[in-house]
């Protein structure tokens, strides 16, 4: 009987699929996708970023989080506590659920919005057991198949990346793989408990670049260990592999993990709010100088995240990564208003009509910081479309660099 014929079997722990689910969909999937086995994965499209630091959400994929936590990892880190953040608990969906979760979001999609992604998150994807990665890839490719979906991508841990578990993707709609790096100083992940070097990554991204898939690296400010000059190096060291894109997340405590143990018995101290947004928006501005992506920063919201009992203590904030682009909108404000001569107490700022807020800041923060620094009276946000969204212009006579090239300022 084919797994199109079977949803498997309930147990106590989850979702099990039968054993035979592995030989039926290697088989039925590479008839669907034709490639042979000596062919990389499917061809990827990149989007290099230029001088520009934002990308038009249109341009973005419209990705569909399935979200499998702590699936094939081997121990649990000192920060996590995957549970906690995604809201999902530890089953593997069934078939019909997958189907579901999938088919949902799909009536989400956006007009404009024309690549669209399956993305397992929020395990370590290649650390599971054969026959589950290739019965959820099998799920996944019917909507490929169909013409509804793309690709997949899902994240894993650097050391499950080796050439027996590539080969087993070879001819399968899989085009982007996050690795879960976190740092790349070897003292600052054993702290963690991560169980993988820095090593490990590089030789990840080298493997996967062979095989041309989109690589996408996650890395956290603030771990056990951490401190400015470790994080820029570790900036430095992942700028070095080029990966297509980044994702920067602060460490948060969160309940019910080791970390909140050592934040209790006072063995661990987070950054607060203002440092996380300052490290984050280093590490931004080098990527940025480098052309590499940044597609976000700070966790994603979810409703047991907001509910104020999960996170105990660090630099959360629901729009994290808006604070770290209104804290370099105002370094790079300041920078020009020292720079001229200022013969007026009232003056206009002008920027991309989609970085009004940036430029303004939470509640206005920039205004009245600028306003106060600069003993102004007035300043005024003029939308302006012929700037870049990382570009600002004082009144009609003076102008300012991109964002991107602030990373030089940084390092003078």
């Not at 820029?232 to 070095?240: E, K, Q, S």
């Not at 490290?279 to 992506?293: C, D, G, Q, S, V």
């Not at 989609?354 to 300043?379: A, P, V, Y």
């Not at 946000?381 to 600002?392: A, K, M, N, R, T």
Request: charged fraction near 20%.
């Amino acid at each position: 009987m084919s797994i199109t014929q079977r949803s498997g079997k309930k147990t106590a722990s989850g979702w099990a699929l039968d054993s035979s689910c592995f030989h039926t969909t290697v088989k039925e999937m590479k008839r669907q996708n034709p490639v042979s086995s000596t062919q990389t994965p499917l061809p990827v499209t990149r989007h290099p970023v230029t001088n520009a630091c934002y990308r038009e959400s249109k341009s973005r994929p419209f990705i569909i989080p399935i979200f499998l936590p702590h699936a094939g990892c081997p121990h649990q880190c000192v920060f996590c506590n995957q549970t906690a953040i995604t809201g999902v608990r530890r089953n593997i969906p069934s078939p019909e659920a997958l189907r579901g979760q999938i088919n949902n979001f799909l009536n989400y999609k956006g007009k404009q919005r024309k690549t669209v992604q399956v993305a397992f998150y929020g395990g370590n994807f290649l650390g599971q057991p054969k026959k589950d990665i290739e019965c959820l890839l099998y799920e996944a490719n019917k909507f490929i198949t169909a013409g509804k979906v793309d690709s997949i991508r899902f994240s894993t841990r650097p050391d499950t990346v080796d050439n027996e578990r590539l080969d087993m993707l070879n001819g399968l709609p899989v085009s982007t793989v996050e690795l879960g790096v976190q740092s790349m100083d070897d003292q600052v992940l054993a702290l963690a408990k991560r169980g993988h070097t820095a090593s490990d990554t590089e030789r990840a991204v080298h493997r996967l670049k062979k095989r041309n898939y989109e690589i996408g690296l996650q890395l956290m400010v603030g771990l056990p260990g951490d401190d400015e000059i470790r994080s820029l190096a570790t900036g430095r060291r992942v700028a070095d592999l080029s990966p297509d894109f980044v994702r920067i997340y602060p460490t948060l405590v969160l309940s019910n993990s080791q970390l909140a143990k050592w934040y209790e018995k006072g063995k661990y101290i987070p950054l607060s709010l203002e440092a996380g947004v300052a490290a984050t928006k280093k590490l931004y501005l080098l990527f940025a100088h480098e052309n590499i992506r940044i597609i976000r920063m700070g966790l994603q919201i979810s409703a047991d995240l907001e509910k104020g009992t999960t996170i105990l203590a660090g630099p959360y904030h629901p729009a994290f990564g808006h604070l770290v682009f209104s804290d370099i909108f105002l370094d790079r404000a300041t920078s020009i208003l020292k720079s001229e001569i200022i013969h007026t107490d009232t003056v206009s700022i002008n920027v991309h009509p989609r970085s009004i807020s940036k430029m303004q800041g939470l509640k206005n923060r920039n205004i009245e910081i600028l306003k106060r620094n600069f003993h102004l009276k007035s300043i005024r946000i003029v939308p302006d479309v012929s700037l870049g969204e990382d570009q600002l212009a004082l009144g009609s006579h003076f102008s300012l660099p991109g964002l991107c090239q602030s990373w030089r300022k940084l390092n003078e």
